[in-house]
């Protein structure tokens, strides 16, 4: 099952991320990736998503509104200042079958090479699978200037407006003549992706049968002897094959701010400055 996370820059333009991607953070998709050079992504399945509050069948809360609800949290601990997103509309762009695009994938030397390197580092690995986008989003500063916000006085407009635009250079005051901030960020922004995370472990040729290294999932190591630039392990030697599975994300639960739906649960990092 995929995982729902927001990256760290809350809003991402669309041709930053791509689906397909090898990455080693999921709070920052457009840094440190890697996309196999000679196949291409399978078309993506494409589909609106709504904004509205609650499922009326299972009065449980929809995917867009728990998103635009974790967003404006998000947007409101960097402001000091209550905000509240209102996208005019919301769409999801998903990978079709993705074991299937892994496996082409994990297929190329390329792909190998930078999976092996990066398993070698102790980085992790993992895949995007899903990106969800908000279109033409007004950010609004709920709050006026003096009052009360989530436990602290809110900033005045004029501070909020420099803080805002430090966050998000591509949006525009709405109205500059309002005594209450609201920008418009145009356009199709990037506000979450989906990941699977690619699992790795060394194993020894010596004790695997010839059909079982014959395996898409399996291969004797590319890079030889580098290992001993990484670890210090008296079994390293014997250990010459890697192996890679797609799983799931685990481990979102310290410092991470998160928000469940119908489905499952979104998550935002709390402290955006801290990479994982």
């Known amino acids: 099952m995929a995982t729902t996370v927001i990256p760290a820059p809350l809003f991402l333009p669309l041709k930053s991320v791509r689906l397909g991607r090898f990455i080693n953070n999921i709070s920052y998709p457009h840094e440190s990736y890697y996309e196999p050079p000679t196949i291409d992504v399978p078309e993506a399945i494409v589909a609106q998503f709504s904004l509205s509050t609650l499922n009326q069948e299972s009065h449980k809360t929809q995917f867009g509104s728990a998103l635009t609800a974790l967003l404006s949290t998000g947007f409101s601990k960097r402001l000091r200042s209550e905000i509240h997103l209102a996208p005019s509309s919301g769409s999801s762009y998903s990978l079709d079958n993705s074991d299937a695009w892994f496996d082409k994938a994990v297929s190329l030397p390329a792909t190998r090479k930078w999976i092996e390197r990066a398993a070698l580092r102790g980085d992790k690995i993992y895949i995007i699978v899903g990106i969800q986008t908000l279109t ?141």
């Not at 079982?212 to 390293?236: A, I």
Request: proline content about 4%.
């Open 136 to 276: 033409d989003t007004r950010i609004v500063q709920k709050s006026t200037q003096g009052k009360q916000a989530g436990g602290q006085v809110s900033l005045p407009v004029s501070l909020s407006l420099t803080a805002a635009t430090a966050i998000m250079p591509f949006a525009g005051l709405v109205d500059p003549a309002s005594d209450q901030l609201c920008l418009l960020a145009p356009g199709e922004q990037v506000c979450s992706l989906q990941y699977r995370k690619v699992k790795t472990r060394w194993l020894s040729s010596r004790l695997m049968e010839p059909l079982q290294l014959s395996k898409t999932r399996r291969w004797s190591c590319m890079e030889g002897d580098k290992r001993n630039m990484y670890e210090d392990d008296s079994d390293e030697d014997d250990e010459d094959t890697i192996e890679v599975d797609l799983g799931n994300v685990e481990d979102l639960k310290r410092n991470w701010d998160a928000e469940d739906f119908k489905e499952g649960t979104i998550y935002l990092q709390s402290n955006a400055d801290q990479r994982v």
